[in-house]
């Protein structure tokens, strides 16, 4: 039977009473759960450790969600060394069979939906939708990954040369570390893991230490799957005190890391010391931070531009990677923008992810401290003119956020806060509106408002950007139809969920042999 078109998971409508008693009744079956203690695993064995992690609902920091191993040097050494044994292996798997393991994978996510959205919300403080968006496009992910290795699989295109018969064939590269974010938990963890499994690669994940409980929910995901045992192998554990580990080991071959630039940037530096044994240069795939920008010209349709910065800025508090965090305001309409976007956001209410408002908790207290840390930077950079308290002491509460008159090269206007901190800019022009949202060390997501023709074509050629929207907001990326990441300091230059994607864990053979 042929494997059916790819197609985006449809996102779950909350308005609808059966989905809401759904979520509201997994939250509750997630609560009774609270506390419990999950394994580390290599080659399926469970491993525990003195040393415990937690993790901590950002609503309700007093509440440990669930309790984690924290992995050793020693422990991260011996996951690479298992992973290389079942490599050998693993590789030689069809990869056929390893697409079929994917897409059971995505039905048995659409079976646990409502649970793995529930621990979620629980462990990273994201509301109904937001919780839901993120595990469609894990099943999205799996979907189209599986559907990807069938197409690398099959014969390659080659010019034809007198006398031989060559062939082409994508091979896999070894043992490789993954190391995805909390910010989308379930998502870009589902999405690099699987894509490295699915090209015949064993993994150590390394889950984030805000969000391990999502790591082990797809580790059981996997296993029900069918997946061999050592090649996933689910190891937490401080990324400053094991990641050193993971990432300098000679065995390591490939790092696919999603995070910070600081932590993106030491990763390749330290991936490209070479070690005493290593066969190879490691490839490193990371994709790292934001500082995104919406223009909003004089031509634009301020109702929609409004929306767009508002969704954009706050959805799960600011805290993605392609979030607005600068709206670069035309200055015919910019006191018009502010006085409607100061409204729009007048209406989002603050407080539990587990009550689904609209604005949920920052999620730890490091991001608590650190953006409450920007916004006393930005009082003095702009005018505040909305928001800038926290609010409430039961979670990582603090209310979304507006500085306006903030000058491009103000330290708001520059650098990654990852929170509900939006900057306003005042351009002169639609050119001084370009220039402006070029002028960080980033490149990932941008949006421009506008109905003129010319501006949208003259952007297309100038804003650098990976992901460029016109007249929508500059989040949301769907697999399939929005490969997605970004140029300069946000990256590699990969695009997760489109078709280059695969190709950076795998490496071409050819062959060729003399016919007569
Ligand atoms: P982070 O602090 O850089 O952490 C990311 C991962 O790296 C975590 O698993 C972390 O483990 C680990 N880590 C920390 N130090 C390490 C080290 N020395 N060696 C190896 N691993 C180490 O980033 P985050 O706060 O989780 O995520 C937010 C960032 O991700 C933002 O900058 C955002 O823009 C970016 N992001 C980018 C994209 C994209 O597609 N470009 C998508 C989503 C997010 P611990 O948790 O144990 O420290
Ligand atoms: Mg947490």
Wanted: one cysteine or more.
């Amino acid at each position: 039977m042929s494997t059916p078109k790819f197609k985006n998971e449809p996102i779950l409508d909350f308005s609808d009473k059966k989905n809401l008693s759904k979520i509201q009744k997994a939250l509750e079956q997630v609560e009774s759960k609270f506390g419990q203690e999950y394994p580390l695993i290599i080659n399926g064995e469970k491993i525990h450790t003195d040393a415990k992690l937690k993790s901590i609902n950002p609503s309700k920091k007093g509440q440990v969600v669930s309790v984690f191993q924290k992995a050793t040097k020693e422990l991260a050494e011996k996951a690479i060394l298992e992973a290389i044994k079942v490599f050998n292996k693993w590789k030689n798997v069809p990869p056929k069979k390893r697409a079929k393991i994917l897409f059971k994978a995505a039905n048995i996510v659409r079976r646990r939906r409502f649970e793995i959205n529930a621990w979620m919300i629980s462990e990273v403080g994201k509301n109904y939708v937001e919780a839901d968006a993120d595990t469609a496009e894990a099943i999205d992910f799996l979907e189209f990954y599986g559907r990807e290795i069938l197409r690398y699989s099959k014969k390659q295109p080659l010019t034809k040369v007198k006398g031989e018969d060559n062939e082409l064939v994508y091979i896999p590269l070894g043992a490789g570390v993954v190391i995805p974010p909390w910010n989308f938990p379930f998502a870009i963890l589902v999405g690099m893991t699987s894509a490295a499994i699915v090209t015949g690669n064993t993994v150590v994940l390394k889950p984030s230490s805000d969000s391990p409980m999502m790591g082990w929910l797809f580790y059981e995901v996997m296993e029900e799957a069918g997946l061999p045992k050592g090649v996933l192998n689910f190891v937490p554990g401080s990324g400053s005190e094991v990641g050193d580990t993971l990432v300098s080991h000679p065995k390591t071959r490939f790092i696919a890391f999603t995070g910070s630039k600081e932590v993106g940037l030491h990763i390749n530096q330290l991936a490209a010391q070479h070690q005493p044994g290593q066969f190879w240069i490691k490839r490193v795939i990371a994709e790292m931070g934001g500082k995104d920008s919406i223009i909003v010209d004089d031509e634009a349709n301020l109702t929609d531009a409004v929306n767009g910065v508002v969704t954009s800025a706050f959805g799960f508090q600011g805290q993605k990677c392609s979030a607005c965090s600068r709206a670069i305001v035309n200055e015919k309409v910019y006191d018009k923008f502010i006085d409607m976007l100061k409204e729009k956001v007048g209406q989002l209410k603050v407080g539990p992810a587990k009550e689904n408002y609209p604005v949920g908790p920052v999620v730890s207290s490091n991001a608590y401290n650190s953006i409450l840390s920007y916004i006393e930077i930005g009082k003095t950079e702009g005018r505040l003119i909305y928001g800038g308290n926290p609010c409430g002491d039961e979670g990582f509460y603090i209310e979304p956020t507006i500085i306006i008159d903030v000058e491009p090269n103000a330290r708001i206007s520059l650098e990654e806060i990852f929170g509900p901190v939006l900057a306003v800019l005042k351009a002169k022009d639609f050119n001084h509106a370009l220039e402006i949202a070029n002028n960080t060390e980033f490149g990932l997501t941008g949006s421009v408002y506008t109905t003129n023709k010319k501006k949208i074509k003259r952007a297309k050629e100038e804003f650098y950007v990976g992901n460029l929207y016109f007249n929508r907001k500059c989040t949301g990326a769907l697999v399939g139809g929005h490969p997605f990441g970004g140029f300069n300091m946000s990256g590699t230059d990969s695009k997760a969920g489109g078709r280059d994607y695969l190709l950076l864990f795998m490496q071409a053979k050819l062959w060729s042999e003399k016919i007569n």
